[in-house]
């Protein structure tokens, strides 16, 4: 067990709907990354917060947000779902903004899109 | 073609035996990280090396970089059941403090034989 928790573990849902995909970090991890993988796309990166603010963007589409809240917990906000957005969304914590520093994953949370 | 080339696809190895996954950029490495993915499971980060020369251990998994050939290797010695997994490599081909360039390969299947 990583100690990062992420909710709900499966979602299914229709194209063109919104969704919520929650991330708590490890007690006293300030930076939360979240990544996407998919067996098209294999695993990307999609972004990083560092004690509330954004930090570092890869591959998000437009479509997608996050944001990070003062208890350090993590929203990945994906809308207008497409069918190739169905993928697993991993949430990954560390100590501290440098991503060198360890990262612990969550278990993830597996979206379909129908 | 892929930026960040993983060999063997996969590989299939009797307990005890060692073995090495190769990690190759077609860009320059500003940094590289190795992660374990038991499968259906979440990502476990093992380490990140950034300079030339750079040797990490992980338990028994020891990991190089080599700067010149653009190339990482993860080497496991005297492999375990508990090896066995997808191993991802990952790397900053951009610099420049910004990790939103985060590339990922498309893993080393690796199964262990009892």
């Known amino acids: 067990d990583s100690g990062v928790t992420q909710t709900p573990k499966h979602l299914i849902t229709a194209t063109g709907q919104r969704v919520t995909l929650r991330c708590s970090p490890r007690s006293g991890d300030l930076s939360v990354y979240w990544y996407q993988q998919s067996l098209d796309q294999g695993l990307q990166f999609l972004i990083q917060?560092?004690?509330?603010?954004?930090?570092a963007k890869g591959n998000i589409l437009e479509r997608f947000s996050a944001q990070q809240f003062p208890d350090l917990h993590s929203e990945l906000n994906l809308s207008s779902l497409e069918l190739g957005d169905s993928a697993l969304y991993f949430c990954?914590?560390?100590?501290?903004?440098?991503?060198?520093?360890?990262?612990?994953f969550g278990p993830g949370t597996r979206l379909t899109v129908l | 073609s892929q930026e960040l080339e993983q060999s063997p696809q996969s590989l299939i190895v009797q307990e005890g035996k060692n073995l090495t996954i190769n990690c190759t950029s077609s860009k320059t490495l500003y940094g590289l990280y190795w992660y374990k993915q038991k499968y259906g499971e979440g990502l476990i980060f093992l380490m990140m090396l950034q300079k030339g020369g750079e040797e990490k251990s992980h338990e028994k998994i020891t990991a190089k970089l080599d700067e010149k050939k653009q190339q990482s290797s993860l080497h496991i010695t005297a492999s375990q059941p508990s090896h066995a997994g997808i191993y991802l490599c990952?790397?900053?081909?951009?610099?420049?403090?910004?990790?939103?360039?985060?590339?990922f390969g498309k893993g080393t299947k690796l199964s262990v034989k009892p």
């Open positions: 917060y560092y004690n509330g603010e954004e930090r």
């Open positions: 990954a914590s560390s100590v501290r903004v440098w991503f060198g520093d360890t990262q612990y």
């Open positions: 990952g790397a900053d081909i951009e610099g420049g403090g910004s990790q939103g360039n985060l590339i």
